[in-house]
């Protein structure tokens, strides 16, 4: 009784004789395969077009959802220069918290935008940035060492904003010199859509965000 081949042996042969199916070409005709799509029974060469029909359905949808990236990036890129722009068309440094702020809810189209900054230059201590901050704020602040994104839970922060009780995402980014742990201040964004600012959002522009608004800032500080 001869033993049955080991179906890996088959596959290595076949591997290893390309040429197998040219010299007996009329089995690529004979043998059926189960189609999983269709369910029927499909030549072996049917098969292979269903086969490579699938890679082809799965490269197209991968290269749609890197278009549909792309196209996002590029969207948010054009909304950060026209927010720099705002910064650099900013007539004097006292006025740069609200280009900060006030440009953010413009180019980004965020409903609420503030920002609180402290140490500042004496000049500064009686603006509308840098009152209402408590210590637990600061040491807050402190303890932030990324942006946070996500549900707005009842945060000292997010009541500086002009309509806190509307605010059910958020977003709150940590003010720094380049190189300091300690933070001078911090930067609010909020809105009343649960799905605006959430946990599973990529916080790569928010980081840049930070340190353009740290750089715009930190002349206000004494």
């Known amino acids: 009784m001869t033993a049955p081949l080991d179906s890996t042996l088959v596959a290595q042969f076949l591997t290893d004789n390309p040429q197998f199916f ?22 072996l060469q049917e098969r292979q077009m269903e086969v490579l029909r699938d890679k082809y359905k ?3 949808l ?41 440009g953010l809810k413009t ?40 942006p946070y994104c996500g549900a707005n839970k009842d945060f000292e922060a997010v009541r500086w904003l002009d309509d806190p009780s509307a605010v059910v995402s958020t977003v709150i980014i940590p003010l720094r010199k380049a190189g300091d742990k300690q933070a001078f201040g911090l930067l609010i964004m909020g809105s009343q859509d649960a799905n605006r600012f959430t946990s599973l959002m990529a916080t790569d522009f928010l980081v840049h965000i930070g340190e353009t608004s740290s750089t715009a800032l930190a002349w206000l500080l004494a």
């Open 58 to 60: 799965t490269l197209e």
């Open 22 to 43: 040219e010299e007996h070409a009329d089995l690529l005709g004979e043998i059926k395969l189960s189609s999983p799509l269709t369910g029927r029974a499909v030549s």
């Open 107 to 146: 180019a980004f189209d965020v409903p609420q935008a503030t920002l609180r900054i402290w140490n500042t230059a004496p000049d500064y201590q009686d603006e509308w940035f840098v009152k209402g901050v408590s210590e637990d704020a600061r040491i807050f602040a402190n303890s932030l060492l990324a």
């Open 62 to 102: 991968r290269m749609s959802n890197l278009m549909r990236l792309a196209s996002e990036n590029e969207a948010i890129a054009n909304k950060f220069h026209r927010w720099t722009q705002v910064l650099l068309q900013s007539e004097d440094i006292g006025s740069m918290p609200h280009a900060v702020a006030g």
